[in-house]
């Protein structure tokens, strides 16, 4: 049976071993259990196997350094059964479309080397992306190809050791612009326009700030303690692949609602949200409600927001009253950096307002109108009479 070598990149092994000596082996590139890559695998097995106990197969055949063209695509194979394991299934879904870009711009151009892409063609690749999809979207299929290679750096033999021309390619300048953030009253607008079950997911988002596929994959058994009045928010942003964790006190109103719906909702099963709109498919947790929040805000009257719109505003809302490490808490950053950005993005940080009353109201502030009072006369003179119509210019 083909073993799996997780210190080979996660390729199959196939060797077939008669009298206790190994008489061929083979890497085949990486793939689920059962899948065409392991089924290969077990085929080339039998097929040896029948040689050798015919006696046509009496060398011992090692595996022989793969060609630059199957490291390159077994670079690829690699990285996305990788990044199946690890990451989100949207994460993976675009490292995976991103890659076949790539694959698609080295098939056009006769690339069949790692070794043979630079940063010059790199650049070709990223700059089409950019006049098509536009600069931010360019940096991301960037960031993306540039973990795949460190991966295959570290994790792949025989992957080229040079410095990554990802890396040498510089992200393309975009232009920030604020995040689009919904006033109070337009989301209580939205929250209106809800009911039932979609009442409370939009509850669960705004009083835990989390993330629409944190929400989609609660558990009742696993995330949910309406006892103690607890809630268990999931993702996969520790950068080592490994899902993180952390437990969330809920407003009382959230055990409310959650309370509510566990009793009301069609049928028993585990997962929090599930599923209504057909038989067929009830019960079944959420992928994705593409078109979910378009729907209500056009009923509501107001400017279209999404699921991290609303995340966003839980993160506004604690920020201005609790500080910053409120808001990280909230949003489960590790770094305090990664919530300022948010916060910028966010345009929290362009309100002087406060600044200006906290200034106006300290003693010093207040000082300033007596001031005035003493050094300045009550009454003052017309502009132009204080002028010399000499030194006025147009």
């Given at each position: 049976?083909?073993?799996?070598?997780?210190?080979?990149?996660?390729?199959?092994?196939?060797?077939?071993?008669?009298?206790?000596?190994?008489?061929?082996?083979?890497?085949?590139?990486?793939?689920?259990?059962?899948?065409?890559?392991?089924?290969?695998?077990?085929?080339?097995?039998?097929?040896?196997?029948?040689?050798?106990?015919?006696?046509?197969?009496?060398?011992?055949?090692?595996?022989?350094?793969?060609?630059?063209?199957?490291?390159?695509?077994?670079?690829?194979?690699?990285?996305?059964?990788?990044?199946?394991?690890t990451v989100g299934r949207s994460t993976y879904v675009e490292k995976k479309t991103h890659m076949q870009a790539f694959f698609a711009f080295c098939h056009r151009n006769r690339i069949d080397d790692l070794g043979a892409v630079t940063k010059p063609q790199?650049?070709?690749?990223?700059?089409?992306?950019?006049?098509?999809?536009?600069?931010?979207?360019?940096?991301?299929?960037?960031?993306?190809?540039?973990?795949?290679?460190?991966?295959?750096?570290?994790?792949?033999?025989?992957?080229?050791?040079?410095?990554?021309?990802?890396?040498?390619?510089?992200?393309?300048?975009?232009?920030?612009?604020?995040?689009?953030?919904?006033?109070?009253?337009?989301?209580?607008?939205?929250?209106?326009?809800?009911?039932?079950?979609?009442?409370?997911?939009?509850?669960?988002?705004?009083?835990?700030?989390?993330?629409?596929?944190?929400?989609?994959?609660?558990?009742?058994?696993?995330?949910?303690?309406?006892?103690?009045?607890?809630?268990?928010?999931?993702?996969?942003?520790?950068?080592?692949?490994?899902?993180?964790?952390?437990?969330?006190?809920?407003?009382?109103?959230?055990?409310?609602?959650?309370?509510?719906?566990?009793?009301?909702?069609?049928?028993?099963?585990?997962?929090?949200?599930?599923?209504?709109?057909?038989?067929?498919?009830?019960?079944?947790?959420?992928?994705?409600?593409?078109?979910?929040?378009?729907?209500?805000?056009?009923?509501?009257?107001?400017?279209?927001?999404?699921?991290?719109?609303?995340?966003?505003?839980?993160?506004?809302i604690t920020f201005v009253s609790s500080g910053l490490n409120a808001a990280q808490v909230l949003m489960g950053h590790y770094r305090a950096t990664t919530t300022d950005r948010y916060v910028r993005s966010a345009g929290l940080y362009t309100d002087h307002s406060a600044i200006i009353s906290?200034?106006?109201?300290?003693?010093?502030?207040?000082?300033?109108?007596?001031?005035?009072?003493?050094?300045?006369?009550?009454?003052?003179?017309?502009?132009?009479?204080?002028?010399?119509?000499?030194?006025?210019?147009?």
């Amino acid at each position: 049976m083909p073993t799996l070598r997780t210190d080979k990149g996660n390729r199959w092994m196939a060797r077939v071993v008669m009298d206790g000596k190994q008489v061929a082996c083979k890497m085949f590139p990486p793939g689920k259990k059962h899948g065409p890559q392991w089924r290969a695998a077990k085929e080339w097995e039998e097929e040896k196997r029948k040689l050798a106990e015919a006696g046509e197969l009496s060398v011992h055949t090692q595996e022989t350094t793969p060609t630059a063209c199957e490291l390159l695509l077994a670079w690829g194979e690699a990285y996305l059964a990788h990044a199946e394991r690890t990451v989100g299934r949207s994460t993976y879904v675009e490292k995976k479309t991103h890659m076949q870009a790539f694959f698609a711009f080295c098939h056009r151009n006769r690339i069949d080397d790692l070794g043979a892409v630079t940063k010059p063609q790199v650049y070709v690749f990223l700059s089409a992306i950019r006049d098509e999809r536009g600069a931010k979207a360019a940096n991301k299929y960037r960031k993306n190809l540039l973990a795949a290679w460190n991966w295959g750096m570290e994790c792949m033999e025989s992957f080229p050791q040079a410095s990554s021309p990802f890396k040498g390619a510089k992200p393309f300048p975009v232009e920030q612009e604020d995040r689009y953030v919904p006033s109070e009253e337009d989301v209580v607008k939205v929250l209106r326009e809800a009911e039932g079950q979609d009442l409370v997911l939009l509850l669960t988002l705004y009083f835990t700030g989390g993330r629409r596929g944190e929400i989609f994959r609660l558990s009742w058994d696993r995330d949910v303690r309406l006892d103690i009045g607890k809630i268990r928010l999931s993702d996969h942003k520790a950068g080592n692949g490994q899902r993180r964790f952390r437990w969330l006190d809920m407003h009382p109103e959230l055990v409310k609602v959650l309370s509510w719906w566990k009793e009301a909702r069609p049928c028993q099963v585990d997962n929090v949200f599930m599923q209504t709109h057909c038989d067929g498919s009830l019960g079944l947790p959420f992928q994705q409600r593409n078109k979910f929040m378009d729907r209500l805000c056009k009923r509501a009257g107001v400017k279209p927001f999404g699921f991290h719109a609303l995340r966003h505003k839980s993160a506004a809302i604690t920020f201005v009253s609790s500080g910053l490490n409120a808001a990280q808490v909230l949003m489960g950053h590790y770094r305090a950096t990664t919530t300022d950005r948010y916060v910028r993005s966010a345009g929290l940080y362009t309100d002087h307002s406060a600044i200006i009353s906290a200034l106006g109201g300290s003693e010093i502030g207040q000082a300033v109108g007596s001031l005035l009072e003493k050094s300045f006369p009550h009454e003052f003179l017309p502009h132009g009479e204080n002028c010399n119509p000499e030194f006025v210019t147009q």
